[in-house]
């Protein structure tokens, strides 16, 4: 079979195009991954556990995205002092507000400071 000056065109434009495409094929671009670093402040230890929370009225929030953060019980200078809650606006979209809490461990009870975590 003989091929016309035409024919080597268009045959070598579609085997270009097919190893184009072949190789383009393992290029994948995907986003970076999400790093979320949370610093822990030192450990707080209270030698006796923190009485039950107030229970807090809620004020209308100042926007449509802002959480409220809930108070919390603080020890310090050999008390406990609670720590009314707010309202704050997460520092981007789709962060929640992870609590502070209270947890029994080793001499007494740890305060894990509350948060924002990537959800």
């Avoid at 024919?7 to 094929?25: D, F, H, I, Y």
């Avoid at 994948?28 to 009485?51: K, L, Q, S, T, Y």
């Amino acid at each position: 079979m003989r091929f016309t000056p035409d024919r080597k065109r268009v045959r070598l434009a579609g085997a270009a195009a097919v190893l184009a495409a072949a190789a383009l094929s393992g290029c994948v671009v995907a986003p970076p991954a999400r790093h979320v670093v949370v610093e822990e402040g030192p450990v707080v230890v209270a030698p006796m556990a923190p009485p039950a929370p107030y229970v807090e009225t809620i004020t209308v929030a100042p926007s449509p995205t802002h959480v409220w953060v809930g108070g919390f019980w603080e020890w310090g200078g050999g008390r406990y002092v609670w720590r009314p809650g707010h309202w704050a606006a997460p520092p981007r979209a789709g962060w929640v507000w992870v609590p502070h809490r209270w947890e029994p461990g080793a001499g007494g009870w740890h305060m894990r400071p509350g948060h924002w975590a990537y959800r």
